[in-house]
């Protein structure tokens, strides 16, 4: 098994660009999570989902858009980037969800200039 | 919602040595509570977790302990290694919250 894998490793984009990131995961895990971690920040959560189908908003959502056509997909979105999410994006996935260990991605670092 | 806090931010152990972090959190509602390693460039994984119906709970060298009256909860590393060099987040939820809320991580640094 791959566990969680994350496209693309790193990435550089100008402010205003658009792109999407990857999350995909072979485990059947109905939760799954994209989080942003920053320097002296930890992580924090920006969106998540509960099952295929269904997304909500986390602690930090503003900036990003989220899909789970498929269960073991995960998209997060940047429609306009900012220097702002300049960051390590991480995917997480879980079976049993929120009181149970989270599988991380290996993450993307994304620059924004 | 949830914050959770950690201390010291940056911890320096002789290697053998032992090792504590503690975390305080805010909600009293929060039931679960793991703790994660994450190694210079890689992914966060978790190393043990709590659950509020218990105290203490011990794999080999770590420990967790949890005291929810004073809502704090405390990683416990005996016999420190260079491998144990990383930082350690802690985090707290409970069910119906759907958010793990993390610490901002305890950096660790075993010195041989």
């Known amino acids: 098994n791959a566990g969680v894998t994350q496209t693309p490793k790193f990435r550089v984009l100008k402010t205003g660009q658009s792109m999407t990131l990857l999350c995909a995961q072979d485990m059947n895990h109905e939760y799954m999570y994209w989080y942003r971690q920053d320097p002296g920040m930890g992580l924090r959560l920006i969106h998540y989902?509960?099952?295929?189908?269904?997304?909500a908003k986390g602690e930090v959502p503003d900036g990003y858009n989220v899909s789970r056509l498929k269960k073991q997909n995960f998209l997060l979105g940047l429609e306009s980037a900012a220097p702002s999410q300049t960051s390590v994006y991480f995917c997480?996935?879980?079976?049993?969800?929120?009181?149970?260990?989270?599988?991380f991605g290996p993450g993307t670092r994304l620059t924004v200039t | 919602g949830e914050n959770v806090e950690q201390h010291p931010s940056t911890l320096s152990v002789q290697e053998g040595d032992s090792a504590v972090i503690k975390c305080t959190y805010s909600d009293s509602a929060s039931n679960y509570f793991p703790w994660y390693k994450q190694e210079l460039g890689k992914r966060p994984q978790l190393i043990i977790d709590i659950r509020s119906n218990v105290g203490e709970k011990k794999d080999q060298r770590i420990a967790v302990t949890l005291n929810k009256t004073a809502k704090h909860f405390s990683l416990h590393i005996t016999e420190t290694q260079p491998e144990d060099s990383a930082v350690y987040f802690c985090?707290?939820?409970?069910?119906?919250?759907?958010?793990?809320?993390f610490g901002k991580g305890n950096q660790v640094v075993v010195i041989p």
């Open positions: 985090a707290a939820a409970y069910y119906g919250n759907n958010r793990l809320a």
């Open positions: 989902s509960v099952g295929e189908g269904t997304t």
């Open positions: 997480a996935s879980s079976y049993w969800g929120i009181l149970y260990e989270q599988y």
